[in-house]
C-alpha cells in the first residue's frame, strides 16, 4: 500500500502565497516522479508541475515564474511553492507520484486526496 496525503492548501488573497506538501509513504521501492496536477469546478485535471528523480522539472505556462516545485528524495516528499497567486488558481490540487513498490516490476501512478486552494480577489 501507498498513501500520498497532502497539506497547506487554504484560502489566500490574491498576490499572496501558499506552500503545499506532499508525503508518500508506504511499500515503496524507488520514486520516478512526483508532481501536482489541479482541477477546478467544471474543468479537467491539468498538470501544474512536476519533478523526476533526476531533479528535472516541467511546469504549466500558467504558473511559470511563480510557482516552484521541489523533491526532499529523502522522505519521499514533494512541495510546490506558489507566490504571486491569482483567483483562476483556485481549484483542488492533487498530489500525483509514479513510483514502484516493493516486489512489483512495474511502475504505478498514485494520488492523493486532494487540497482545496482558494484565492479571492
Known amino acids: 500500500q501507498v498513501q500520498l496525503v497532502e497539506s497547506g492548501g487554504g484560502l489566500v488573497q490574491a498576490g499572496g502565497s501558499l506552500r503545499l506538501s506532499c508525503a508518500a509513504s508506504?511499500?515503496?521501492?524507488?520514486?520516478?516522479?512526483m508532481g501536482w496536477y489541479r482541477q477546478a469546478p467544471g474543468k479537467q485535471r491539468e498538470l501544474v508541475a512536476a519533478v523526476t528523480s533526476g531533479g528535472s522539472t516541467n511546469y504549466a505556462d500558467s504558473v511559470k515564474g511563480r510557482f516552484t516545485i521541489s523533491a526532499d528524495t529523502a522522505k519521499n516528499t514533494v512541495y510546490l511553492q506558489m507566490n504571486s497567486l491569482k483567483p483562476e488558481d483556485t481549484a483542488v490540487y492533487y498530489c500525483?507520484?509514479?513510483?514502484?513498490?516493493?516486489?512489483?516490476?512495474?511502475?504505478?501512478?498514485?494520488w492523493g486526496q486532494g487540497t482545496q486552494v482558494t484565492v479571492s480577489s
Open positions: 508506504g511499500s515503496i521501492f524507488s520514486i520516478n516522479g
Open positions: 500525483h507520484a509514479n513510483l514502484q513498490r516493493v516486489g512489483v516490476r512495474f511502475s504505478t501512478n498514485h
